[in-house]
């Protein structure tokens, strides 16, 4: 089945350090990528999507693009800021039966220092 | 501005004492999802609502439930809550209609339950 392999935490980097967070994916068809973020103690937000290959979703300095190729969306900011401290989660829509789904990556913790 | 609102944003519940969490949505949006959530883990679908239509996971426990009295409101039910139950709850929605779907999901606050 589809499924989402993202890069294990947790992340810490320094503030204005570049970040990467590796995402792949296996999926039949071409699903929709996305990353969302969750703050501590809050809800999950919505940061970026991508609905074909190619594509190039971006938000709030965060960039990722859809690389059929390589079956990746690896996300990435030029300079973090200790505001970026959260989990990050990689997924995609499952188009394999039921396409109101989302398979979920582990998620990928983020700390930023001062 | 049109979001997802779960109430209350904290519950704490005794061992076995039912419990009720809700969630509602002025997005319009016709798909409705619950999912728990434990230690900032992956989130998992306990099950969602197309519409009227309810959309039970395969692994849910029995002691999950779930109502939609209309587009804008839906509920969890924990009928007997267990300790491994205590968790943070989100609602979500999406759109889909006409076979149309944007996939993106619009997640709630959350509701943290304790179970003491």
């Known amino acids: 089945g589809d499924s989402v392999t993202q890069m294990e935490g947790p992340v810490t980097l320094s503030e204005e350090a570049f970040l990467t967070i590796n995402c792949t994916y296996t999926?039949?068809?071409?699903?929709?990528l996305f990353w969302y973020v969750q703050y501590p103690g809050e809800g999950l937000q919505l940061l970026l999507k991508?609905?074909?290959a190619d594509d190039k979703g971006s938000n709030k300095g965060f960039e990722a693009t859809y690389r059929k190729e390589t079956t990746s969306f690896h996300l990435e900011k030029g300079s973090v800021q200790v505001s970026d401290s959260a989990v990050y989660f990689c997924?995609?829509?499952?188009?394999?039966?039921?396409?109101?789904?989302?398979?979920w990556g582990l998620g990928t913790s983020l700390a930023v220092n001062p | 501005d049109a979001m997802v609102i779960q109430n209350p944003r904290y519950q704490v519940t005794q061992f076995g004492k039912p419990v009720t969490l809700s969630c509602s949505q002025t997005?319009?949006?016709?798909?409705m999802y619950w999912y728990q959530q434990k230690s900032s883990q992956a989130p998992k679908l306990l099950f969602h609502?197309?519409?009227?239509?309810?959309?039970n996971e395969a692994d849910t426990p029995d002691n999950f439930q779930s109502r939609r009295p209309n587009t804008s409101f839906c509920f969890l039910d924990i009928r007997s809550p267990g300790l491994g139950d205590a968790a943070m709850y989100l609602c979500?929605?999406?759109?889909?209609?006409?076979?149309?779907?944007?996939?993106?999901?619009?997640f709630g606050p959350g509701t943290r339950l304790t179970v003491t």
């Open positions: 997005l319009n949006h016709n798909v």
């Open positions: 997924a995609l829509s499952d188009l394999t039966g039921n396409n109101r789904k989302l398979i």
């Open positions: 999926a039949t068809g071409y699903p929709s």
């Open positions: 991508a609905t074909k």
């Open positions: 979500a929605t999406s759109r889909d209609y006409a076979g149309k779907a944007s996939y993106e999901q619009y």
């Open positions: 609502y197309y519409d009227k239509d309810f959309n």
